[in-house]
C-alpha cells in the first residue's frame, strides 16, 4: 500500500542542528500536504510543520524561525536548528493525499542533550 519513513533523527548537544527526511512511496496518487509532528511520554502528539503541494509553510509556535520545512515530490524535509532540549521527542511524518487520506511513518527519534 502506501509506505511512509522518516530519518535523520538522533542525539544533538543544544544549539545545534538535525534534518530531518521524510519519503512516502507505494499506491498514492498524489500528495496534497506532508506534515511533521512530535510527540513524548506523557503529552499529546502535537504539530510541528506542514507544507503544501504548492509549498506553503506553517509552523508551530514554538519552532518559528528554528524549523524550516520543504519538499520535492512526495518527500518532505525539515531542518532543526538552534535546537533546545524541549525539542526532544520522536518525530512523525504524515503524508495526506488529495482525498484527505493520511498515512504514518515508524518515527525517528530527536534527542536534545548535553
Known amino acids: 500500500q502506501v509506505q511512509v519513513v522518516e530519518s535523520g533523527g538522533g542525539l544533538v548537544q543544544p544549539g545545534g542542528s538535525l534534518r530531518l527526511s521524510c519519503t512516502a512511496s507505494?499506491?498514492?496518487?498524489?500528495?496534497?500536504?506532508m506534515r511533521w509532528y512530535r510527540q513524548d511520554p506523557g503529552n499529546q502528539r502535537e504539530l510541528v510543520a506542514s507544507?503544501?503541494?504548492?509549498?506553503s509553510a506553517n509552523y508551530a509556535d514554538a519552532v518559528k524561525g528554528r524549523f524550516t520545512i520543504s519538499k520535492d515530490k512526495n518527500t518532505v524535509y525539515l531542518q532543526m536548528n538552534s535546537l533546545k532540549p524541549e525539542d526532544t521527542a520522536l518525530y512523525y511524518c504524515?503524508?495526506?493525499?488529495?482525498?484527505?487520506?493520511?498515512?504514518w511513518g515508524q518515527g525517528t527519534q530527536v534527542t536534545v542533550s548535553s
Open positions: 504524515n503524508a495526506e493525499d488529495p482525498r484527505g487520506r493520511g498515512y
Open positions: 507505494g499506491s498514492i496518487f498524489g500528495i496534497y500536504a
Open positions: 507544507i503544501t503541494s504548492g509549498g
